[in-house]
């Protein structure tokens, strides 16, 4: 079986840390946590380490390439794609007509992690916090409230006149006038 370098460095390290814990330098709990493992699964690595020796602890995952890899022809041919004929259009257009004009079935989001990663569109810059209220900011006489209806309590008083009220909700300054009764 061929494995990669770094499978293999791997399998090494492992190797490395549950002999350590064999021959008692260090405990099964410090070898779980330097392989950054729970200490069940340091016990099914010692088990398969004795049962297969030092091959069985190579990640068996790696044997074989994944069944969700995209076809590299595929990702060749959306990239040649773009470079050829959709040069300059932005991500969301050029999956449209790709989708509908030259039958890509790669999703949207394949499509455009592998249009960055080829550097043929740039990243978006990250932002900030999404649709966050901002406190208002405070400007003098911006929007004024006025208040000048005859009140029940001002017919009690003969002598009272309507007075109107004006006030910013963003200052705390209020003004007043007074406006003398019609008689």
Same mark, same amino acid.
């Given at each position: 079986m061929l494995y990669t370098a770094a499978a293999g460095e791997r399998a090494m390290k492992v190797q490395q840390v549950i002999m350590r814990a064999l021959s008692g330098a260090i405990s099964w709990v410090q070898a779980a946590e330097i392989?950054?493992?729970e200490p069940r699964s340091? @016990?099914?690595w010692r088990a398969r380490f004795e049962a297969g020796g030092p091959v069985a602890l190579y990640d068996r995952r790696r044997q074989r390439p994944s069944r969700r890899k995209a076809p590299a022809l595929e990702v060749q041919r959306i990239l040649r794609?773009?470079?050829e004929r959709f040069a300059g259009w932005n991500v969301r257009h050029f999956y449209r007509f790709a989708r509908r004009d030259h039958a890509v079935t790669l999703s949207y989001s394949f499509v455009k992690l592998a249009l960055q990663e080829a550097g043929l569109v740039r990243r978006a810059r990250a932002r900030g916090?999404? @649709?966050r209220r901002r406190e208002p900011r405070a400007c003098f006489?911006?929007?004024?409230h006025l208040d000048g209806s005859p009140h029940a309590w001002l017919q009690r008083c003969p002598d009272a006149r309507p007075t109107l009220c004006q006030r910013s909700p963003n200052n705390p300054h209020v003004w007043s006038l007074n406006i003398p009764h019609p008689s």
């Open positions: 392989l950054g493992l340091v @016990r099914r794609l773009y470079r916090r999404h @649709r006489g911006e929007l004024l």
